[in-house]
């Protein structure tokens, strides 16, 4: 559900502009992200993905573990830049990763999420 809410609300972030200076985060440590994910989740794993523009091809891999690290992290940048830069360049970041990054990657996860709970109710 939260996925959800979060897919839903990306769309209503207001454009806006990065900062003119850009500071380096130098916190991210995606590696104990990811293992601290694992632990949490350990049923989840690997799972199949295909690009809904190119029909016909092989289905490729998709990592609920990565990608729910993926998305943590993204997130926790929009709060960092939010601090650091404030709100426009927290808002310019969230919406430009949603389409450049993490956006695919919640959205293939609810997909797998789904199947998941459909499956359970089989």
């Known amino acids: 559900m939260a996925l959800d809410r979060l897919l839903a609300a990306v769309h209503d972030v207001p ?5 003119d200076a850009e500071v380096a985060r130098t916190d991210r440590d995606w590696t104990s992200v990811y293992g601290q994910i694992a632990t949490r989740f350990p ?3 690997l799972y199949a993905v295909s690009s809904p523009l190119a029909l016909g091809e092989a289905a490729m891999t998709g990592d609920a573990i990565d990608d729910l690290a993926d998305l943590t992290e993204d997130l926790r940048e929009v709060l960092w830049r939010g601090e650091q830069s404030g709100p426009d360049d927290a808002a310019w970041y969230l919406r430009f990763m949603y ?4 956006g695919r990657h919640a959205r293939e996860l609810a997909l797998f999420l789904h199947a998941r709970l459909s499956e359970r109710l089989e």
């Open 15 to 19: 454009e806006a502009e990065p900062a």
């Open 99 to 102: 389409e450049a990054h993490w």
């Open 43 to 45: 049923a989840y794993g």
